[in-house]
């Protein structure tokens, strides 16, 4: 009992646990969610917003001009330290503004949130800067483009095209293939894989900014190479991005913050959620308590029948009472139950195997003992073994060899092992036979039954033998059928209401004094029962005394009279 006590309280602490760790972690996830969703709340909803002022950035080195658009909530753009740049509302002073704004306009540095499509270094790929071309270089660069790869090489020797952000193509070609020899091709050639004055005074000021940001870290310089787009080595990413931010700060807006209020002028601040972990603890601990009482009181309550029901189980074991009282209803009052009936089931087959081991001692006893006293006056010259003697030895061995063969049916019976060999069964031809072998019964109907020929007539003697011998001599036994039931009925003396309910009990025999003179081994009855639930069918059996008893044997697929 302790054990199942113990695996109670474990697995309710263990689901205690669990739910508060749940319960705590998911208010942890929704807050920390919530406090996300708050911050970014005033701008989800127009990030076209956010895409227009980056543009603005992008395309001006500072926010004079700047306008914001209109609608129903109020946008304020003011610079790092809070000086008001835009407002499309009566402007607010540094201490009126929410403590996080609500997002940081900067072309070097995108929000990820709102620019999606933003390249790995967070700067926006329209800025140029000092690789800006003119449109006369651009125009040149474009013309010596087509030329070599569609008058040179062709477009299928041409493996990629790309072009940078400030509108330089660059041109990949396989060079497996046949190369072009004439003067104009080479010049485009060279011309398209040298940088303008411009592009290479850039270039240098980029490399200068990297390799001092590596050398800072202890890192060997690199060199920079023209690819379409900053595609650094893993070793100067960071350092890469950060030159570059360096470079272009001068071509655009400086960094602003952009705040969003309602339409009444209230800000929109996110709310900080600090939370309290002592108590926490303390309401944790408090359900955890809870928890453990509560299962302890319904832990005692179910392991105590089940103690109760244990002790029952010693008792039964030293053959004492092993009843019960059954208080509830639940499933531990019906195991209650059952182990009541399973008490007083074991207590009635301790009662009949007592009972039948005393009845078989009886019955072997007086042919024993007969015998055994013949024998001994034979063979102290008392007695004289002439043929009456010889034939009561007989007599008394043949009743032995019934009993063991009736207990050798019983016990085969009580294994399940009885063997049936069934078979269409004429019952008009089985009535007939025992008619001949008992003159005084009499039989009527037929029909077929699917029944073991050989254990049915077993069946039909075993009752008519009784009715006969409990039938006087002017009475009736009638033996009949109408196709569905087989019955067995005499005039005799009857069976009492108290008595009838044991007939098939096995050595029980009406008369009290179990002399042979009115009955035989009191298993015939069981026998019959024994082998009628063998061919799954029932027998009944209905008796007033001083008028006659009725068996009625009734068997499974029994088909209408053939005849």
Known sequence: MHSVLARLLAASVLVAICSITATAWLAAQSTSTSIKQELGAALAGDAATYRTLITFAVEHRGWDGVTL??????????????????????????????????????????????????????????????????????????????????????????????????GRPIVNVDRTAPQPATEACIAAEQRLSTLTLGESAAFNDLGLRVNDCLRQRGLPAEQITLNGSWQPFASNAECLASARRAQLQPYVAP???????????????????????????????????????????????????????????????????????????????QLARAFNDMAAHRARTDAQRKAMTSDISHELRNPLGTIRSWLEGARDGVVELDRTTLTALLDEALVLQHLIDDLQDLALADAGELR???????????????????PALVAEGSGIVNADAVRLRQILTNLVTNALRYTPSDGTVRLWTDGRRITVSDTGSGISAEDLPHVFDRFWRADRSRTRDTGGSGLGLAIVHALVSAHNGTITVGSTVGQGTTFTITLPSQKNPTR
Not at 324 to 331: A, I, L, N, P, T
Request: net charge negative; glycine share 6%; aromatic share 4%.
């Open 69 to 166: 658009p209109s609608g129903n909530r109020r946008l304020i753009l003011t610079t790092p330290d809070r000086k008001v740049i835009a407002d499309t509302g009566t402007s607010l002073d540094a201490s009126q503004l929410p403590a996080v704004p609500s997002a940081v306009i900067n072309p070097l540095e995108l929000d990820l949130a709102q620019a999606q499509d933003a390249p790995p270094d967070r700067i926006d790929a329209r800025i140029t800067g000092p690789f800006q071309l003119s449109e006369r270089e651009k125009g040149s660069l474009a013309e010596d483009w087509r030329l070599y790869t569609l008058r040179c090489v062709g477009p299928a020797a041409v493996e990629e095209m790309k072009t940078t952000s400030w």
């Open 255 to 333: 960094a602003a913050l952009l705040f969003v209020t309602d339409a009444a002028g209230k800000t929109t601040q996110a709310t900080v959620v600090k939370f309290d972990v002592g108590r926490i603890v303390l309401v944790a601990a408090i359900v955890l308590v809870l928890t453990v009482g509560v299962s302890v009181v319904v832990a005692l309550r179910m392991t105590r029948p089940l103690r109760t029901l244990t002790a029952a189980a010693e008792r039964m074991q030293h053959g004492e009472d092993a009843q019960v009282d059954v208080r509830s209803r639940s499933e531990i009052g």
């Open 420 to 438: 049936l060999h069934p078979s269409p069964v004429d019952l008009r031809e089985l009535f007939d036979q025992l008619v001949a072998a008992h």
